[in-house]
């Protein structure tokens, strides 16, 4: 094994893991707004204390999304010296602006959301929230647009300025309007709500089967599933077609990887699964003719350029980028599956609420997804192999050369059994924050504020000083 595959593992476990928890924040956030609203409009109590349930839970995911996140920022430097250099006037300002224009907004308002309570009021809290949720798009925006010039790079020029060649922009508008940029950005969200909704809907139908907070489980399952299921439609009929029409067009030996594809063909057939071979450029399995074709090109005659046309040191691992892409692809189709049926049993005589083959389902569902966001990332990071910037920059000559072999085998080791421990403490609070479920209802008039404020943890350790109870 190389170095440089160990860097690789390294940086995709570390990412993978970090990947859990900005998708839950974002959709959970999403539901949090429309809390806001409803408790806005309706003055119901019911929805301020689905919103003091669920804030608590985006606190604790928020705060782990930011424990790992951090790490990647110094992975760039110890792991991707030479990557970095490459590629720091570009990449850096990149990330720069998501610290200054969208951490900031998010971060700034996060203390009211968070803490505020009822001390806020409905709307205001529904503006710290709205603001929170805006600045994480936000900030998960100008990360995918990172990610995007490395897919589709432009807007730039190479310069040898003594150390190497570096990359220079020329011009930002370029850099941030990527070809790839805008449809990697609506998947991305898209998967992000898919994520957020599944978890509401899981704890709602846990709540169902476990028959506690009977009333507010239902209104979370009504809130969040159409949600999940609209956007489940969306996803593959819209913004996954998107996908698949910009990668033919920018990376088509991508697209020949994730589909298997060795040879330049119209009428291409999509595959459900299968097996590719790439020795003997053979793919097996179940699919469907002319699909790919149609998909890219609007047309069912439609070519697709196949992995025959890029050099074969140039491939990426096919059977490995062909095997994650339908992981992916066959959970969205089973989650529109879920949100329909779901959706029809809904309507039909109410009878969601007592299916419990169904309850548990939707219980698994924010697992499935989260599978799905992760293969998704895999997918377009393992299809732009050996290329770390597309056609430009290959991995090999990417990684730091002075960290030798042992010293990145012991960084993996100690990631695993900190990732571990970590993970096992984030599930404990989270189950622990489940299980005491929603707070009891409070009045319009009341100033109570959240039972974890600052206020109240001042309070009481104000009684203690003074010897109160």
């Known amino acids: 094994m190389s170095v440089e595959l160990l860097h690789r593992?390294?940086?995709?476990?570390?990412?993978?893991?970090?990947?859990i928890f900005p998708p839950l924040s974002l959709g959970v956030g999403l539901i949090l707004v429309i809390f806001g609203i409803k408790s806005v409009r309706t003055k119901d109590p019911k929805w301020r204390q689905l919103s003091t349930f669920w804030v608590k839970i985006y606190g604790l995911i928020f705060a782990m999304g930011i424990a790992t996140g951090i790490v990647q920022e110094f992975e760039f430097g110890t792991n991707w010296s030479q990557y970095s250099r490459f590629v720091g006037n570009i990449f850096g300002s990149l990330l720069a602006a998501e610290g200054i224009f969208a951490f900031m907004l998010e971060g700034g308002f996060l203390g009211l959301m968070l803490f505020g309570g009822t001390r806020l009021g409905n709307r205001m809290w529904l503006f710290a929230t709205t603001m929170v949720v805006v600045g994480?798009?936000?900030?998960?925006?100008?990360?995918?647009?990172a990610n995007s010039w490395m897919q589709t790079p432009q807007g730039f020029e190479i310069k040898d300025v003594g150390q190497g060649p570096q990359a220079f922009m020329t011009s930002f508008y370029d850099v941030v309007f990527t070809p790839s940029f805008i449809p990697r950005i609506l998947h991305v969200i898209a998967a992000s709500w898919m994520v957020g909704s599944s978890l509401v809907l899981s704890v709602g139908a846990y709540y169902l089967l476990k028959k506690r907070h009977v009333e507010l489980a239902k209104t979370m399952i009504r809130v969040a599933l159409p949600v999940f299921t609209v956007v489940a439609l969306l996803q593959v009929a819209v913004f996954g077609a998107n996908q698949a029409t910009e990668v033919a067009t920018n990376q088509p030996a991508k697209l020949a990887a994730m589909e298997g594809l060795y040879q330049t063909q119209s009428c291409a057939p999509m595959f459900l699964l299968g097996w590719t071979n790439p020795d003997e450029e053979k793919t097996t399995g179940i699919h469907i003719p002319c699909l790919l074709s149609f998909l890219t090109d609007k047309s069912f005659d439609g070519t697709v350029t196949g992995l025959e046309a890029?050099?074969?040191?140039?491939?990426?691992?096919?059977n490995l980028v062909f095997q994650v892409y339908h992981v992916m692809i066959?959970?969205?189709?089973?989650?529109?599956?879920?949100?329909?049926?779901?959706?029809?049993l809904w309507v039909w005589k109410r009878k969601i609420w007592n299916q419990?083959?169904?309850?548990?389902?939707?219980?698994?569902?924010v697992v499935l997804t989260e599978i799905a966001t992760a293969t998704g990332w895999w997918t377009a990071e393992f299809s732009r192999q050996p290329?770390?910037?597309w056609q430009v920059l290959k991995t090999t000559d990417a990684y730091s050369p002075n960290v030798?072999?042992?010293?990145?085998?012991?960084?993996?080791a100690m990631f695993v059994l900190l990732y571990i421990i970590v993970f096992v403490v984030f599930i404990r609070l989270l189950d622990r924050r489940i299980k005491e479920g929603p707070p009891p209802p409070v009045d319009e008039g009341e100033t109570a504020s959240l039972p974890d404020s600052f206020g109240e943890i001042f309070r009481?350790?104000?009684?203690?000083?003074?010897?109160?109870d």
């Open 404 to 412: 030798s072999f042992g010293q990145v085998v012991f960084s993996i």
């Open 460 to 468: 009481r350790r104000s009684r203690v000083s003074s010897g109160g």
């Open 330 to 344: 066959n959970l969205g189709m089973l989650f529109i599956a879920i949100g329909l049926v779901a959706c029809g």
């Open 356 to 365: 419990r083959w169904l309850l548990w389902i939707l219980v698994s569902s």
């Open 387 to 389: 290329w770390i910037v």
């Open 9 to 19: 593992i390294q940086f995709a476990l570390t990412i993978t893991f970090h990947f």
């Open 310 to 318: 890029t050099p074969r040191e140039d491939w990426p691992n096919t």
């Open 136 to 145: 994480a798009t936000f900030s998960a925006t100008w990360i995918v647009m």
